[in-house]
Structures are given as C-alpha cells and as structure tokens.
C-alpha cells in the first residue's frame, strides 16, 4: 500500500467527515478562535475602509487571524489539489449525471463543469448567473445569516446554537430552490 | 514587535488552513457536482461527510468544556451565543443556499478552488466579496 496513493484519494465520507470536523477543536485549542470563514470578506472590506459603520473597525487586528486561515486554504486547495492531485476523472452518481445531461451539463472528469466555471463560460448567460450571481449571494446571504456552512453547520450546529439550526435549515432550503428550479431555468434556455 | 495595524504573520492560521484546504480537495466537497448529488439526494456523500463533521466536533467542544482546556494563549473555549431573532438566519440562509447550489461552493472551497489554479473561482471571490459590501450598506435597512 503506497501512502502517497492514500493521500491523493479521494477519500470516503467516513474519513473526510471527521478530519474536517477536527479542524474545529485545532483552531480552539491552538488558535483560541471558533471556527468560521465568511467574515473574512468583511475583514477586507473593513480594510478597504468601505464607508459603512458595518465595516468601521480595525480589520487587521481583528480579522487578521483569519485571512490567514483562507490564505492557508488556498495553499491547502494547491497542495490537495495540484501537487498531491487525484489522477483519476471525478466519479459522479448514475441519476445526477443522467440529470445534468438532459440540462446540457456534461460530466467531463474535472472538479467543476468546465462550460460554466471558465472565462468562456462566464461569459454566457448561465455561467454570469452562476460565478457573479451566485457569488454575490454567498457573501450577502452570508453577513445576513452571520455566518456560512462552517461557522453555522458545522461550528453552530456543533454548539447546538438553535439560530444555526434555523441557518442551515434555510441553505438547504435555498439550495433545492435552485438546484431544481432555477438550474433548469439557466440551462434550459441556452 | 510587528508594526501597528500589519496583519500578525501567525503561522498557525496559515497551518491550520492549508490541512483545511488539503481536506476538503480530498473530501471532494468543492466540487460543483457534488453539492448538485446532495441537492439532488443522489449520493449520501455529503450527507456523511457534514454529518460526521458535525458529530466530531460537537464531541470535541463538549469534551473542550467538560474538562476547562485552554487554548494554548491561555482564552477559554466558550461559546458566543448568536443574536436572537430568525428572520436574518432564514432570509441570510436562503440566499446563501441559492448562492451555494449556483456556485458549487461555500467561502471555504471558494479558497481552496483558487489554490488549486480553478480561476473563474477568482470572481466568485470576488463577487461574494462585494456581496458583503452590499449586505453592509444595506444592513439597518434589513429585517434581522
């Protein structure tokens, strides 16, 4: 058995799950922070000093933590995803491939549908929905719900919060919203 | 000393982000296609993958308390609760979940896509970035 092989996977739920779950008591103990990522683009506006009193505090100093922790993972994604790189095409479900095809999305191996996430594919009208749009709303909907999937699904829901229950009740419910109505809208027009 | 207002260049974070990063590349959760799997109930995948996440570290905060650990600068591990209400946990968490079902990804594998050289994954960033300067604008005008 070739531990290289092992860490290029990818790996079952069983082992992800809890590895990722890890990173929660990692950042407690030697970080002395709770988990979470989406403020780090308030951090950044607050450093561009955007005139809002949402962003008037001292971005570095409070934030810097965690831009360092979002730099981190993009090193992370490098390393997982380039230089210990799974060779092998992306294994997708028999019914979402079958589903995706009648929408015209082709499953081509990669980690994301090269026809919507390229400087081509932002350019039709699906692919500006999806990478704009719906960047725009992760960060909106982000702030408003005060937190994304690990400061609510998994740190608040962690510390049984009720107001993350609620959170994440509302990402899924947003998420079969457009997975089943507003996909087949996008694509089925193109 | 490092001067005022610089970012702390504390390695930990970095550290502690790039086995976040490497984990979720390998977990295979920043891939667009299975968060459509999980919308679509095709593949439990996902429903493993955050189900045990959630699972270990709730044991892990829960064992954390029980005992008093520290972190390693001395602050305790306590729990800040959210604010009260709901209306901006359902509003906020909807449009996050329509933005995360378009996008394929959430603010960390939006990270981890960047890295691995994927960069349209650049403008998500960048338009998450200036939906949070929208949502600050607007934020007394908001139910919450």
């Not at chain 1, 479900?93 to 081509?108: F, Q």
């Not at chain 2, 359902?90 to 994927?118: S, Y």
């Amino acid at each position: 058995m070739d531990l290289l092989d092992l860490l290029r996977g990818p790996w079952p739920w069983f082992v992800a799950g809890p590895a990722i779950g890890l990173v929660v008591p990692i950042l407690l103990v030697f970080g002395g922070r709770r988990f979470g990522l989406s403020s780090s683009y308030r951090h950044l506006c607050a450093i561009a000093n955007v005139p809002a009193s949402y962003f008037r505090y001292d971005g570095r100093r409070q934030g810097g933590w965690n831009l360092l922790l979002v730099a981190g993972i993009a090193i992370g994604g490098l390393l997982g995803g380039v230089v210990l790189g799974d060779p092998q095409p992306l294994r997708v479900a028999e019914p979402t491939v079958r589903a995706l095809e009648a929408l015209g999305v082709s499953v081509d191996g990669g980690f994301v549908p090269a026809s919507i996430f390229s400087w081509e594919g932002v350019r039709t009208p699906a692919g500006f929905v999806a990478v704009v749009v719906g960047g725009f709303l992760v960060g909106f909907g982000a702030r408003w719900a005060k937190g994304c999937t690990s400061g609510h699904a998994i740190m608040g829901l962690a510390e049984l919060q009720p107001a993350s229950a609620i959170a994440v009740a509302g990402f899924f419910a947003g998420g079969l919203a457009a997975t089943h109505l507003l996909w087949p809208l996008l694509l089925g027009g193109s | 000393m490092r001067p005022a207002g610089a970012i702390p260049t504390d390695a930990r974070f970095v550290a502690i982000g790039a086995y976040f990063g490497f984990v979720l590349m390998k977990a295979e959760v920043v891939s667009w296609y299975r968060i459509q799997e999980m919308f679509r109930f095709d593949a439990f995948h996902m429903y493993g993958v955050i189900g045990t996440a959630v699972l270990v570290a709730a044991i892990a905060v829960w064992a954390l308390r029980r005992f008093g650990v520290r972190s390693v600068d001395g602050r305790p591990v306590v729990t800040e609760p959210m604010p009260d209400g709901w209306r901006r946990y359902a509003g906020g968490g909807l449009l996050f979940g329509v933005g995360w079902a378009l996008t394929g990804a959430c603010p960390g594998p939006i990270a981890a896509l960047v890295g691995a050289g994927l960069w349209p994954f650049t403008i998500v960033f960048a338009a998450a970035w200036l939906g949070t300067l929208c949502y600050g604008l607007l934020e007394r005008r908001l139910p919450h």
